[in-house]
T-cell receptor, first 113, second 110 residues
Framework: DAGVIQSPRHEVTEMGQEVTLRCKPI?????LFWYRQTMMRGLELLIY????????DSGMPEDRFSAKMPNASFSTLKIQPSEPRDSAVYFC???????????FGPGTRLTVT | RKEVEQDPGPFNVPEGATVAFNCTYS??????FFWYRQDCRKEPKLLMS???SGNEDGRFTAQLNRASQYISLLIRDSKLSDSATYLC???????????FGKGTSLLVTP
């Protein structure tokens, strides 16, 4: 079975550019989570969806960040405009149920110069 | 107070040693507990769930102490391949999303 799929795996962009990260959750998982990981702050939850509906976006740092889930098999996280402090690894994860174990994608390593 | 706290380490142990990590959590109503493992530059992966009665998976034993609000992970007969960061995970105040600790780094040396 395919796990969580993320693309791109690496992204290098210049400050001010728009960045779009993509995620395909495991089929049948109703919950999808976006995380950001840095050395300083560890793994931070940005937003999560249940059945394609955003449930909690309190972790989204600011208006420059937005996330969508147009259908059960696809989600995007967009940063516009990007800034150097957005450099991090962004993970997508999915799960079957509330409080259940989450399965992570390989991550997107974002560098903003 | 942070919701999930771990000693960041690093724990440096020789092969064959037994090592234990503890993790404390702040929400007494938490119901789900896990240990995840994260290798360098990789995604976190589920190591094991933690059940109230404690559970074992090969060389790994997880314990939950609800009264003191901590969970532990014991690794026996450490292998070089056990070198990784171990993340303590607890469900959040909302009862929905999981809270990840910052992790404890383990280095097993020959």
């Amino acid at each position: 079975d395919a796990g969580v799929i993320q693309s791109p795996r690496h992204e290098v962009t210049e400050m001010g550019q728009e960045v779009t990260l993509r995620c395909k959750p495991i089929s049948g998982h109703d919950y999808l989570f976006w995380y950001r990981q840095t050395m300083m702050r560890g793994l931070e939850l940005l937003i999560y969806f249940n059945n394609n509906v955003p449930i909690d976006d309190s972790g989204m740092p600011e208006d420059r960040f937005s996330a969508k889930m147009p259908n059960a098999s696809f989600s995007t996280l967009k940063i516009q405009p990007s800034e150097p402090r957005d450099s991090a690894v962004y993970f997508c994860a999915s799960s079957l149920d509330v409080g259940a174990e989450q399965y992570f994608g390989p991550g997107t390593r974002l560098t903003v110069t | 107070r942070k919701e999930v706290e771990q000693d960041p380490g690093p724990f440096n142990v020789p092969e064959g040693a037994t090592v234990a990590f503890n993790c404390t959590y702040s929400n007494s109503a938490s119901q789900s507990f896990f240990w995840y493992r994260q290798d360098c530059r990789k995604e976190p992966k589920l190591l094991m769930s933690v059940y109230s009665s404690g559970n074992e998976d090969g060389r790994f034993t997880a314990q939950l102490n609800r009264a003191s609000q901590y969970i532990s992970l014991l690794i026996r007969d450490s292998k070089l391949s056990d070198s990784a960061t171990y993340l303590c995970v607890v469900n959040s105040n909302s009862g929905y999303a999981l809270n990840f600790g910052k992790g404890t780094s383990l280095l097993v040396t020959p």
